[in-house]
């Protein structure tokens, strides 16, 4: 899973997010393990340049080769690639996976019982 951060703004609703401030490289430095999880206090890590108002957060980035855009509010919890909607379970965690270690173990309890 490759996650990427394009381009990120913290803004004045009221104007155009490309007054705002970038916050590319902070959003950037916190993706671990090809995810970025946040609890929405933004203004402790951002700088806060549009004191009194609530601001959103616009990220331009890539996931698996795929762009999206995402926008969140001043307090909303980002968690991405979740977010997105993008099945992000790794092989061994996939239904299929689990049904044949299941079969596979009942097979081996018939077969030592015989």
Request: glycine content about 6%; hydrophobic content about 40%; cysteine-free.
């Amino acid at each position: 899973m490759v996650l990427k951060i394009t381009k990120a703004r913290y803004f004045d609703p009221n104007l155009d997010p490309k007054n705002g401030t970038d916050v590319t490289s902070e959003l950037s430095s916190q993706i671990r393990d090809g995810r970025l999880f946040y609890q929405g206090i933004y203004n402790s890590i951002f700088p806060d340049h549009f004191k009194g108002i609530r601001k959103r957060l616009k990220i331009e980035l890539s996931f698996n080769h795929k762009n999206f855009v995402k926008f969140y509010n001043e307090d909303d919890k980002i968690d991405l690639p979740s977010d997105l909607g993008e099945n992000t379970k790794k092989w061994w965690e996939k239904t299929w996976v689990q049904v044949i270690f299941l079969l596979g173990a009942v097979a081996g309890l018939i077969a030592l019982f015989r």
